[in-house]
């Protein structure tokens, strides 16, 4: 019983912040794809938050089903939208490229500081807003962990050490960047 009501919650959850998207983002003119291809971006990004603050682990099935979602929306912005697809695709796959590899790089520089999962997953934000709106999706992701972080640390809840989930993170940081256009 209980695992239905989470589940009913989990799922009108999703509707409901689906169509707040959809209201907010048509106020900005985006295309339909766009719309849909952030709806999409939004709502696996809430249920990435979920299962990592819960279980704190990123599923690469989860993963791998975005990207795939994102090619098909970059095949239907290709028909319908020529004399810009080139941009779109390079803006995409430079985003894909861009978010990966700096926090690879920085996973590499900084032992035990993020996570493959957390990687993967900035990757494919950045393979779905494109390289111009990964900076601000990330900028505003670092600064709520660290506000956060500062809390919990002078609450007491957790100390310098300990490891929290980041993909909650970068779920409020891209909702707050890609709806607010901040």
Do not use: H
Request: charged share 15%; with cysteine.
């Amino acid at each position: 019983m209980i695992k239905n009501n989470e589940a009913r919650l989990k799922s009108m959850l999703c509707t409901a912040l689906s169509i707040i998207c959809f209201l907010v983002f048509t106020n900005y003119n985006y295309e339909l794809v766009k719309i849909l291809s952030y709806i999409v971006l939004i709502n696996a990004l809430v249920l990435l938050a979920y299962i990592d603050y819960k279980q704190k682990i990123i599923p690469n099935k989860i993963l791998k089903l975005m990207i795939a979602i994102r090619l098909i929306f970059l095949i239907i912005e290709a028909i319908l939208y020529k004399n810009i697809i080139y941009s779109t695709i390079l803006s995409a796959f430079l985003g894909l490229i861009a978010g990966g590899g700096v926090f690879l790089l920085a996973a590499f520089i900084l032992k035990n500081s993020i996570g493959m999962g957390d990687i993967k997953l900035v990757a494919i934000i950045g393979f779905y807003v494109g390289i111009d709106d990964l900076f601000s999706c990330v900028i505003w992701s670092l600064l709520i962990s660290l506000i956060s972080g500062v809390v919990l640390i002078l609450a007491k809840k957790i100390n310098s050490k300990d490891m929290i989930p980041f993909a909650p993170f970068l779920m409020f940081g891209t909702i707050l960047s890609l709806v607010f256009r901040l």
